[in-house]
Every structure is written in C-alpha cells, then in structure tokens.
C-alpha cells in the first residue's frame, strides 16, 4: 500500500509540476493540433481524411510522449531533485513506472484530438474501436519507454530534445505514416520492420481503413516487446549510471 501512495503522488506531482503548465500543453497539445489541420485541411476529401487519420494520430503520440518525458526526468535529474525520489519506499522500477505514466496518459488523450477533428470532416462509422483504443495505448506505452531510454542516456534537456529528434523524424517517413512501407525502395523496407511505430500504425490503419498490411497480434506482439526491451535498458542505465 505504501509503494502505490508513493506511486500516485509521484504521478500527481508531475502532472501538476509539468504536464498542466502552459509550456508543456502549448508544446502538447497545440503541436497536434497543428500537425491535424495541417494535413486535414490540405485534404478535406472525406476518404483521405480517413486515410490520413492513422498517421496523424501516431504523430501525435509520439511527439507528445517523447517530448514531455525528455523535460522530466533529465529535468529532475540535473536539479538533483530525482536522487531525492530514490529514497522513497517504492522499488526502481514502480519508481520509473510512475515517471512515465503522466507521458503515457498524455500521448493517450492527444492521440483523439486528430479524432475530434476528423469527426467534423468525414464519417467515422465503422472504426474498429476497442482496436484503436489498444493501439493508442501500445504506442503511447512504447514511445514513453522510447522517451526514457533518450532520457537516462543525456544529461541536458536540449541533448534529449535533439536525441529524440534522430529517431522520431525518420519515423516520419519510414513507418508507414503517410507513405506505404511497400513503396518504400526496397534497400530501407527492413528499417521500417526495426521500428516500433510502424506495428502501431499498421494496427491503426488494420482498425481504421482495413489497410493494414501485418497481422494484428504479431504487431501487438512487437509493441510488446520493444516496450519491455526499452523500460528494461533504461532501467539498467539509471542502475549503472545514477545509483552509486
């Protein structure tokens, strides 16, 4: 009882010292937004809203989650102020696991802004939706955990900024976003398949369009399994690096 009193204040803390201040929902929730209209109002036709749709709502996780866990932890960590949270009575990992559970909520509640958007612009019946909400929650899971692994690896905020920026960018192009994997030339196709967000979108797409082109076990398999390979690496580097 006393690790989840722990758990939750640490959680409440954060939500209240970082992810509620105007930067962080201006950088949160404005840059979705504006990644939403940008590509919507580019193409109101109601069919590629829909196809659209996927990319948009990966994009807005991903940059969402990655950016606001890069503030935190390396945040804490150069004001000293994450040494005092290891003394709490909570083990390492519920520790981490209650740092990254404010991104994780975060990226959830900006994947359906590109949603509400969308409602107004195209019709939305016929969306797998437990698929949706279990894909946004895998990415939103996996990304967090991508956002700790750049996090425990710098010591500056802008090192983590422009860390994170070598892995999402490419991820524009090479998941599957916007443009098919299968057009992709062939010599980067096997960088798409290393790359968790491309077994998010494609579940989206499987969810949204009936485009997906991955079995949509394997690729929840795959989230899966690059969250836990993530949360157990960075754990291991604030043992080797933070913990005398």
């Not at 946004?136 to 425990?152: D, E, M, P, Q, R």
């Amino acid at each position: 009882m006393t690790a989840w009193i722990a758990f939750s204040s640490i959680l409440m803390k954060d939500m209240r010292s970082y992810y509620l201040k105007p930067p962080n929902i201006s950088w949160g929730l404005i840059f979705p937004i504006a990644w939403t209209l940008m590509f919507f109002l580019r193409s109101p036709v109601a069919l590629e809203v829909r196809d659209l749709l996927p990319g948009v709502i990966s994009l807005s996780i991903l940059f969402g989650t990655t950016s606001m866990l890069a503030v935190t932890i390396t945040f804490e960590r150069r004001s000293r102020s994450f040494e005092r949270l290891l003394l709490a009575p909570i083990s390492l990992n519920l520790l981490m696991l209650a740092k990254t559970s404010g991104a994780i909520l975060f990226g959830v509640v900006n994947a359906f802004v590109p949603v509400i958007f969308a409602s107004f612009l195209t019709d939305l019946t016929g969306i797998h939706w437990p698929m949706v909400l279990g894909s946004v929650i895998f990415i939103a899971i996996t990304s967090t955990f991508l956002g700790l692994f750049i996090a425990v690896s710098v010591t500056q905020v802008f090192e983590a900024q422009t860390f994170s920026n070598f892995f999402r960018f490419p991820m524009l192009f090479l998941c599957g976003l916007f443009i098919p994997i299968q057009d992709l030339p062939a010599l980067v196709q096997p960088l798409s398949y290393a790359l968790p967000l491309t077994y998010g979108a494609d579940i989206l797409k499987t969810a949204i369009n009936g485009t997906g082109h991955l079995a949509v076990p394997l690729s929840f398999a795959v989230l899966l399994g690059f969250s836990g390979f993530l949360f157990a690496y960075s754990i291991r580097n604030v043992n080797r690096k933070w913990i005398p």
